[in-house]
Each structure stands twice: as C-alpha cells, then as structure tokens.
C-alpha cells in the first residue's frame, strides 16, 4: 500500500498509467481488426487512443525543463562514457518534449495551419536517438559488470582448471578443433551474462524497456516497420515496466 501511494503521488505516475492505457488500446485495436470486429467498436478504440495520446501530450508540457536539468546533473559524471551517453540522451529527451508540447498546441488548435506529420516525424527521430543513447549506455554498464565478474570467478579458479580448455588449440590442432572451444566460451558468456543480469534487476528492466520502447520509433519513421500490434505490445510492456520502477524506486537504473 506505501507503495502504492508513493507511485499515485508522483507527476509522472498517472502519464504512465495513460500511457500503458494508451499501447492497451493499441494492441486491442490491432486484436479487433484481426478477428473481424465490428469498424464501429474499432473506430471507438482508435478514438480512445487518440484521447489518450492527447491527454498524455498535455502532462507532459513543461517536461522539457526536466530533462535539461537532468542533462545539467549528467555532465558532471566522472565516467566519461556515461557523461557522454546521458547528457546527449537528456537532451534529446528536452527536444523530443518539445517538439510534442508544439503538436499538442496543433492538435488542440492553438496553432493553425501546422504541420503535425512534420513535428510527430521530427520528435519521433529525437526519441529514437535518445533510445539509443540509452540502450548504449545499458550495453556498457552490462560490459563493465560482466568483465567485473570474469576478474572475479578468474581470481577463485586455480590455474589447472583451464590448463586443459587452452590446450584445446594447437599449432597441430586442425581447424574444426577449435569449435568445441568457440562452444565453451559462448556457454561461459552466456552464462556470465544471466549471471549478471539475475543479481542486476535494474539494469536487467532498464535494457528491456529500452529494447520495447525502440521499436516504437522505428515503427512510425518507417525505418523498421512492425505493425500496430507489435508496437501496441512492446509500448505496454515497456510502460508496465516503468509502472514497476516507480512502486519500487530500487528498481530504477542510477545514475
């Protein structure tokens, strides 16, 4: 319950909530249009998303200030890697927040005679480069974890534990030799990688909802198009998993 009411008393719950709200639609719709449903329970569904849409549109003006504060804080992070990949996603982030506060003002009339394919096209690529931004920042911190466990199992294994893996390769040895090698590493890999995922939730559900949440802007730019359903179902994920950091602030990736 304290949980609960952490989540209700913070801004950005109930846009995530309109959100999930939103892709549920979406998936939905897709569902409906794929069994046959009648257009007129269709079209009320599309019209529910539109709604939706609009209403997160509206909670999200001002959200611009937020990310260049976020930036702000970014830039003076000791890694440089993280510095780079968190100031520029923040950043982007200001730009994609203001380009939707401009195609809300369009969509609601404030502004006549815009083009809103333009500015939707326009925030959708600021999003997509602050998805990748964080999907790479993801992929490092996976990296460093991963090399900071190898080091570890490495310093516990006593070295006649892999005499016998290194000798797997020979000048002697024939090509296909090497092949049981490659299996033994890639295992390891694996391995090392769930390890390291298991004892990391948030990073674990920061690289899924970044992984989900891609395919969005993908989809509407046209650069990898996967329809209505998998966006509807990625976008719901991605918004049930965010839901989820904010009940549990624990869970949230930092920096």
Same mark, same amino acid.
């Given at each position: ?67 260049? &504060? %976020?930036?702000? +804080? $970014?830039?003076?992070? !000791?890694? =440089? ?67 900071? &466990? %190898?080091?570890? +199992? $490495?310093?516990?294994? !006593?070295? =006649? ?76 994920? !991605? ?17």
């Amino acid at each position: 319950m304290d949980s609960w009411l952490r989540f209700s008393a913070q801004s950005q719950s109930k846009e995530r909530l309109f959100r999930a709200a939103q892709y549920a639609c979406t998936l939905l719709g897709y569902t409906l249009q794929k069994g046959g449903t009648a257009a007129e329970l269709r079209k009320t569904v599309s019209q529910l998303e539109a709604h939706m849409s609009l209403t997160r549109k509206l909670m999200r003006l001002g959200n611009s200030v937020e990310a260049l &504060e %976020a930036a702000k +804080r $970014a830039i003076h992070l !000791s890694d =440089s890697v993280l510095r780079l990949c968190l100031t520029i996603s923040h950043l982007n982030r200001a730009m994609y927040f203001a380009c939707d506060n401009v195609l809300w003002a369009g969509k609601t009339g404030l502004i006549s005679k815009l083009d809103q394919h333009k500015w939707s096209q326009r925030s959708f690529r600021y999003y997509l480069f602050a998805l990748i931004l964080n999907l790479t920042r993801d992929v490092y911190e996976l990296r460093l974890l991963m090399e900071s &466990e %190898a080091r570890y +199992r $490495a310093t516990k294994s !006593s070295p =006649s534990t892999t005499q016998p893996e290194e000798q797997l390769i020979t000048p002697a040895t024939p090509v296909t030799a090497a092949l049981p090698f490659v299996s033994v590493w890639l295992r390891r890999q694996l391995h090392l990688l769930v390890t390291v995922l298991y004892s990391n939730p948030p990073l674990l559900l920061d690289l899924l909802k970044n992984s989900c949440d891609i395919f969005i802007p993908l989809d509407r730019l046209g650069i990898y198009p996967t329809g209505s359903g998998f966006v509807g179902a990625c976008g719901l994920t !991605s918004s049930v998993l965010s839901i989820l950091t904010m009940i549990h602030p624990w869970l949230k990736l930092k920096p």
